[in-house]
């Protein structure tokens, strides 16, 4: 690691362990300074741009990329991030900043901390490049959907029993999240099919190799078949609450293992 990209890392890492801090401790009850949404966005704008630059460097200094487990992790916290910010001048996304950011702290450690794989792509390889863009887009957007599922049962469990806590108090309406939680997984399905059949129909053009029947291939396919029933079962069945919540975790978690868990067998016990 050059000495330029060091000093930008250990910036970002702070600037997102002090941002985590923060949202959490007023998650607890435990003050430090007081909420300023426009500072605070702005400040996540700033971390973000900074992330970026992170993420590029090593790739424009090695014309290369190389996508392990911390890397990809790093990728997808700051694609999660830059959803929820670009999302929240439209959309009242509150609450979500509380777990992605210090998601994206954790992320960029282990992009640190965990070895590279050998196995590098060339930038000017379009085919992956657009493949991996649109795969990344699709397993965030699904993710701040199964972020979105878990605060709605939080939220509804907190209702349920009386004892509205401190994080739900600052929700928006459960109808309002679920509505947001199926705009984002029908964006999501629909990218995730276009990774599905960029990576099955022109995989020696994307990997340079035909595609192959892998546990990855039935994970995502699968996850893929869940998403599909749910937006289905959601339009001609009318299915909400609960129901949606379990569909969409049960969803994501086969995505996980498709993609985050495939990847960490091959780096680190198949390798």
């Known amino acids: 690691m050059s000495g330029l990209l060091f000093i930008l ?16 401790g007023h998650w607890r009850g435990h003050v430090l300074w007081p909420r300023q949404s426009g500072i605070e966005h702005s400040l996540l704008g700033a971390l973000l741009l900074l992330h970026a630059i992170v993420l590029t460097l090593p790739v424009f200094h090695s014309g290369t990329v190389s996508l392990g487990l911390g890397t990809a992790l790093s990728l997808l916290s700051w694609m999660m991030l830059l959803i929820f910010w670009t999302g929240s001048y439209f959309s009242r996304m509150e609450g979500l900043q509380t777990f992605l950011v210090p998601v994206a702290f954790v992320a960029v450690l282990l992009a640190e901390i965990l070895p590279l794989p050998r196995n590098t792509y060339a930038v000017n390889d379009v085919a992956f490049l657009l493949h991996m863009v649109v795969s990344l887009l699709a397993y965030s957007l699904f993710a701040i959907g199964a972020l979105i599922a878990i605060l709605m049962l939080m939220q509804e469990r907190a209702l349920h029993e009386r004892k509205p806590g401190r994080l739900s108090g600052k929700l928006p309406p459960l109808m309002v999240m679920e509505n947001l939680m199926f705009q984002t997984l029908g964006t999501g399905f629909l990218l995730l099919t276009a990774s599905l059949a960029s990576g099955v129909l022109f995989s020696e053009e994307v990997f340079g190799k035909p595609a192959v029947f892998s546990h990855k291939t039935v994970f995502a396919v699968t996850s893929w078949l869940v998403f599909g029933a749910l937006l289905v079962g959601r339009k001609y069945r009318g299915w909400r609450g609960r129901m949606a919540i379990r569909w969409t975790l049960g969803g994501f978690a086969l995505l996980l293992l498709a993609y985050i868990g495939t990847k960490a067998v091959m780096q680190f016990v198949l390798h």
């Open 9 to 24: 890392v250990t910036l970002l890492t702070f600037g997102y362990l002090g941002l985590a801090v923060h949202y959490l």
